[in-house]
C-alpha cells in the first residue's frame, strides 16, 4: 500500500507540474517553486519504497498513521492560521511533540521558520500571504 502511495503522489505531482508549464511566467512561478522540489523528493522517496523487499511491520503501519495525522495536521493549520503562522505552529508543535526537542529550540526554529516565510511572502512573492479563517475573525 504504502509503494503504491508514493509513486501515485509522484505521478500526481508531475501532473500538475506539466500543468503549470502552460501558466504565464509570473502564476507559474509559485507552483513551480512548489512542484519541483516536491517531485524531487517524492522521486526519491519511491526509489527507496520500491527497493525494500521486507513487507512493512505492526509498528511500522502504527507510525504510518501517525504520520498520517501529521500530514494532515499541517494543511489543517495553514487554513486556521494562514501561511506565516501555520507552518510556524505545525514545526513548533512537531519539534516539541514529535522529536522531543526542548521548548526554547522549537521556539527558536518556528519563529526563523515565520520570519523566512514572511520575507518570502513580502519580497520574493510580492504577494501578502493569506491569514487564515481564524486570523481573519481578528
Known sequence: MRRSFAVALLLASLYFLVHTMGLDS??????????????????????????????????????????LLWTMALPLLISLSGMIAGPALYVLAYLRLRAREQLWL??????????SLAGLFRWVFVVSASRGSLLSLL
Open 106 to 115: 522549537s521556539a527558536v526554529v518556528a519563529a526563523m521558520l515565520a520570519l
Open 26 to 67: 509570473p502564476a507559474r512561478r509559485v507552483p513551480s517553486l512548489v512542484i519541483v522540489p516536491l517531485v524531487l523528493l517524492l522521486a526519491v522517496e519511491a526509489v527507496r519504497e520500491l527497493r525494500c523487499k521486507e513487507p512493512p511491520s505492526a509498528g511500522a503501519r502504527a507510525g504510518a498513521r501517525s504520520a
